[in-house]
Nanobody, 118 residues
Framework: QVQLVESGGGLVQPGGSLGLSCAAS???????????MEWYRQPPGKQREWVAR???????NYVDSVKGRFTISVDNAKRTGYLQMNSLKPEDTANYYC?????????WGKGTLVTVSS
């Protein structure tokens, strides 16, 4: 059974930084390198929104609100994805979820809470 486990969330002041990790365990169908990894977030009382994507070929995309502040990456050897978040703002407060996807195979983590507050 595949599990994605996010970590690295917490409380940070505005302007600060946090690094999230998403580790995949278990037997994926196909190699980890085939999968695209995405990060989503769900602010309190709001709908989940897409944040960033890194494809199996290494291409990256970001929602406009985080461009220039967040960086997505993966370490294929560790089967782990990362989201480095800099210059954090109160509106970045949310539960952050990672998603691993290839063809019809779609895996989600349970989320990690990021709170940006003074």
């Amino acid at each position: 059974q595949v599990q994605l486990v996010e970590s690295g969330g917490g409380l940070v002041q505005p302007g600060g930084s946090l690094g999230l990790s998403c580790a995949a365990s278990g037997s994926l169908f196909g190699a980890f390198t085939l999968y695209d990894m995405e990060w989503y977030r769900q602010p309190p009382g709001k709908q989940r929104e897409w944040v960033a994507r890194i494809t199996s070929t290494g291409s990256t995309n970001y929602v406009d609100s985080v461009k220039g502040r967040f960086t997505i990456s993966v370490d294929n050897a560790k089967r782990t994805g990362y989201l480095q978040m800099n210059s954090l703002k109160p509106e970045d407060t949310a539960n952050y979820y990672c998603n691993l996807r290839w063809k019809t195979f779609d895996y989600w983590g349970k989320g990690t809470l990021v709170t940006v507050s003074s």
